[in-house]
């Protein structure tokens, strides 16, 4: 074999006749697949000529034997062998994928927070807990996990120069993607059954969609999605691609790759025509049907009222049903004349549309229900202009006790430290954000700190920033106006964002010792391991798993019901201070935070001990004091801010019950929520040279 070994670039292996482009990975030895293991390369492609005779024993050792089990297993000519795909995206238009990143990121967070919140609201209203609504918190978490399949990978790659995905990655993006779009067509007929029953059955409503019925169907749904995708997706990867490895799209989308295929795709087409007649037409057709029945039976109703009222409970429903399936038969079964045959390029328009299918439809979703439902509307107001009434008569509606807003207690126990605490407070609030804006600028504007640690620390910035200003500039106003008081919302947005910036700090300083594990035990493979795919997505994720689990801890804290006391003992509304003026049992709340607590303390705590032991224990094995000296200067400074940050965290909420001071308890989160913040900068500026 002739080698050119380049760490990073191709290299043409040359074995007699036989051909490949290959990528230099250091020593390894690949199994291709053929009976042939290629040293020191992962392969990217390979042209095996059969016109040529490969029995010939070349100089690079490999035996007559080896060669022949190679011939056997080959019947094919001039195939490709792939270990990864490019997306091609909008990689020609640059200036659009800007725009989009923009666009798409918004719609994301949209989808995720709307669909959750609907979620939320079925599981914790009693009212919704109908089959209407289960069906409807099946479609939300469906929507959820289809827009995270694919657009996080998109978002990744409009960010990325490389915008290229792993064969395998590829194969589970499409699986997913196959099993949620099945499933959704499925759901949506078992839906527009329900409400053929309901407005044209009534009567027998109760007994007809019993829970024995529509848990069934809904399950049916997401079985016949994932036997779908399955068996669809395992034909397509048992292809071979031979063509390119370029698919014009952004996502592994199954007919852009079936483009690719040099073999007859007869078999492929089939299946498709078959899946495609059993889940997306045979339900619209359930679908026109129903809708038929409904709207003649709304028709026979004699009031205009009624109708008005019949139509309402359907209108959401069908407004989704048409959204969706307009969109997909548009995209799916649009004339031939419109694209040309046997090409590879996909129009632009296709791409956008393919886009719209998967991020604006699940992003409309549930605002289509909140707008178009009385119920739901119903129920969101219940959710945040909650009603509390007292523990003595909480039964008896007509002694509700409606709290609009809270009185914070603060330090007013110490009026002659007041203003010393307000001139405190108020410095370090100032140097927190001068100094964490300060280290993102610098990170953003110098070439050199384009680096995974310095993209942590900005995301560390960023958060610092905003956990300091949802909890020190209500204090800092309520120091000025005097008032001490806080809307029920403001408190609740607080709280919430008081939860999502420490928990994803948390997540964050983990994934930042991993990162500087990496780089002193594995240095040689840190650009490798920590590419900015790698690096975008943990950010993503840490921020993701942060407002997640805020969103779940905040509302179960507005579901409790006060007992008409609106002091909060604290100068920020902070859980355990709400929590104290809860006058019903709060097991369930203190089991989900403790959950929690454990998954976002503890958890990301212990990678950091297990991370700076290897760290350790690889910098105590150089030699030189100078090596050593060098390998710490480079996680001092992230090991300052994780001893101060989870020093704080733990001695605030893990204390022994015996210390349960209430004063305590507030200037040690006012160290957390203003001097940790305000240090960091301070930390890695001084400690990084």
């Not at 109708?307 to 429903?317: I, V």
């Not at 969101?380 to 409606?402: D, G, I, P, Y």
Request: hydrophobic letters at 45%.
């Amino acid at each position: 074999p002739r080698h050119q070994s380049q760490a990073g670039f191709c290299q043409l292996v040359d074995l007699g006749s036989l051909q490949a482009e290959a990528e230099y990975v250091s020593g390894q030895l690949v199994d291709v697949g053929l009976g042939v293991t290629w040293p020191k390369s992962r392969l990217i492609s390979a042209s095996l000529n059969t016109q040529h005779n490969i029995n010939t024993v070349t100089s690079g050792g490999y035996s007559d034997r080896y060669l022949r089990g190679v011939r056997s297993k080959m019947e094919w000519e001039n195939q490709t062998i792939l270990v990864e795909f490019f997306l091609k995206g909008l990689s020609g238009y640059p200036k659009l994928e800007q725009l989009f990143f923009v666009l798409i990121l918004i719609m994301y967070l949209i989808t995720i927070l709307g669909n959750g919140i609907l979620i939320l609201i079925g599981i914790l209203d009693p009212h919704l807990h109908t089959p209407m609504y289960f069906f409807l918190g099946n479609l939300s978490f469906l929507d959820i996990c289809y827009t995270t399949t694919s657009i996080p990978s998109t978002l990744v790659n409009f960010l990325s120069k490389r915008k290229t995905i792993s064969f395998s990655g590829c194969a589970v993006q499409m699986y997913l993607g196959l099993a949620m779009g099945t499933t959704e067509c499925v759901l949506l007929g078992m839906m527009a059954f329900d409400r053929y029953v309901a407005i044209c059955n009534p009567l027998r409503y109760p007994v007809i969609m019993n829970k024995d019925s529509y848990v069934p169907m809904a399950a049916g749904s997401w079985f016949s999605g994932v036997i779908n995708s399955v068996i669809q997706t395992v034909f397509v990867v048992q292809l071979p691609f031979c063509r390119s490895n370029v698919i014009n799209h952004f996502v592994c989308e199954i007919l852009a790759l079936l483009k690719l295929a040099c073999a007859d795709i007869s078999g492929n087409q089939f299946i498709m025509l078959v899946a495609t007649i059993l889940f997306t037409l045979m339900p619209l057709l359930l679908i026109v049907i129903t809708y038929s029945l409904i709207i003649s039976s709304i028709l026979k109703i004699s009031t205009s009222e009624g109708r008005s009222k019949a139509f309402s409970t359907c209108s959401a429903h069908l407004t989704v049903v048409i959204l969706f399936y307009g969109t997909i038969l548009f995209m799916y079964m649009k004339p031939k004349s419109k694209e040309a045959l046997g090409s590879n390029d996909l129009d632009t328009t296709d791409k956008l549309i393919s886009m719209f299918y998967g991020v604006v439809t699940p992003m409309m979703n549930p605002l289509i229900y909140s707008l178009r439902n009385k119920d739901v509307k119903e129920a969101v107001k219940h959710l945040f202009n909650r009603r509390f009434f007292s523990k003595r008569n909480k039964m008896v509606e007509a002694n509700w006790t409606v709290i609009s807003n809270f009185i914070f207690l603060g330090f007013t126990h110490y009026p002659k430290f007041e203003i010393i605490i307000f001139v405190l407070c108020l410095l370090m609030y100032l140097i927190t954000l001068l100094g964490n804006i300060i280290l993102i600028s610098v990170c953003i504007l110098d070439s050199h700190l384009h680096t995974p640690m310095y993209f942590f620390l900005s995301n560390l910035s960023f958060l610092d920033i905003w956990y300091t200003s949802s909890a020190l500039t209500p204090m800092l106003a309520n120091f000025v106006s005097g008032k001490n008081t806080i809307s029920f919302s403001g408190c609740a947005t607080q709280m919430y964002f008081s939860l999502a910036m420490g928990s994803t700090e948390c997540i964050l300083l983990s994934m930042m010792a991993y990162d500087r594990y990496v780089a002193i035990c594995n240095p040689l493979r840190y650009p490798i391991i920590m590419n900015k795919r790698v690096c975008v997505q943990i950010a993503a994720g840490s921020w993701m798993t942060g407002c997640l689990t805020a969103l779940v801890e905040t509302m179960s804290v507005l579901q409790q019901s006060l007992c008409g006391n609106s002091t909060i003992n604290h100068f920020t509304c902070e859980i355990l201070a709400i929590l104290k003026l809860v006058c019903v049992d709060t097991s369930m709340v203190q089991l989900i935070m403790l959950v929690i607590s454990v998954l976002l303390l503890p958890m990301p705590m212990l990678l950091i001990c297990f991370s700076y032991a290897f760290i350790l224990s690889n910098i105590l094995r150089i030699s030189s004091v100078d090596g050593r000296s060098k390998a710490y200067s480079t996680c001092a400074a992230h090991l300052s801010v994780v001893v101060l940050f989870y020093g704080t965290a733990l001695s605030m909420y893990l204390k022994p019950s015996a210390i349960d001071s209430q004063e305590i308890d507030k200037f040690m989160a006012l160290v957390y929520a203003g001097l940790t913040p305000m240090l960091n900068p301070i930390i890695y500026s001084l400690r990084n040279k």
